[in-house]
């Protein structure tokens, strides 16, 4: 085999591939048949009719795009052929031979396009030892694969509780942690932030947290004494002045973490740089 003709060759099963359909069937029902014979398909007990003499089948089609037909004869016939007639045009459809079961003469089906709007067709077949069965072909759709859930742009893991802090009318809340809790939380899909904080001013030992990322202390950070008469906090006497930190850069998730290390109350906020 030469390579051009193997190429030409994988390219012919890729397409066969992406066009293929896989389908379902359903029963249809004939609307004047004739006799009737059982037949097992599968696990299943299926009835299969012949129409009445000179006389053809007929099916409601309304909404099917695709029928599968089925067929079995008493007798081993020379040129077995159904008819179908779709939009008053015949259609014959030569059968071929697949194997004796169950004391009947079993044919490999056929499969026929309806097309659209069609409410009705005949299916005729002039062989009187001709049984059959006809399925709508159900087109199965695949499965939406399932979204991964988006995760939230910040997730609050652990804190010493809420506290509202104002400046000239305009209130925001603060996450506080202190020597006993720290203030836990992770930032997701690659958002980076800053963090803006204060101490509770007590005595005259400075106020000191570390900053740690992914449990891995970054940076300490300490205060110093000056307060400040802009900001005021609930049930706060003696506010320190800010600290504006730059967080460090998330290239995905990161679990940040703001740790007490001297014996103050603090409060942050974290907000997201806008992207």
């Not at 052929?81 to 009947?104: A, M, N, P």
């Not at 504006?244 to 942050?268: I, Q, Y």
Request: glycine share 4%; net charge positive.
């Amino acid at each position: 085999m030469t390579k051009r003709l193997y190429v030409v060759l994988l390219f012919c099963l890729m397409a066969f591939g992406s066009y293929a359909q896989e389908y379902r069937t359903r029963i249809m029902e004939f609307e004047n048949p004739g006799s009737r014979r059982i037949h097992n398909v599968g696990d299943a007990k299926h009835w299969y009719y012949r129409s009445k003499p000179e006389k053809s089948m007929t099916l409601k089609t309304e909404g099917v795009k695709r029928i599968q037909v089925r067929s079995f004869s008493l007798e081993r016939l020379k040129k077995p052929q159904i008819i179908l007639v779709i939009d008053k045009k015949r259609q014959s459809f030569d059968l071929t031979y697949k194997e004796f079961d169950e004391g009947y003469h079993v044919y490999e089906y056929f499969e026929a396009d309806i097309p659209e709007g069609t409410k009705s067709i005949e299916v005729l077949c002039y062989q009187r030892s001709m049984y059959m069965r006809v399925y709508e072909m159900q087109e199965v759709l695949p499965k939406a694969k399932p979204k991964t859930p988006r995760l939230p742009n910040r997730q609050i893991l652990a804190h010493a509780g809420m506290i509202d802090m104002t400046h000239n009318s305009t209130t925001s809340e603060y996450y506080a942690f202190n020597p006993t809790q720290a203030f836990r939380f992770k930032h997701n899909n690659g958002r980076n932030a800053i963090v803006y904080v204060r101490a509770r001013l007590t005595d005259r030992t400075l106020p000191v947290f570390g900053l740690y990322q992914d449990g891995e202390l970054i940076e300490m950070i300490e205060f110093s004494l000056a307060r400040t008469n802009k900001y005021t906090a609930q049930g706060v006497k003696y506010l320190s002045t800010g600290k504006k930190l730059d967080l460090p850069e998330n290239s995905g998730s990161s679990e940040f973490e703001l740790r007490a290390l001297s014996d103050h109350l603090f409060m942050a906020r974290p907000v997201f740089i806008s992207e």
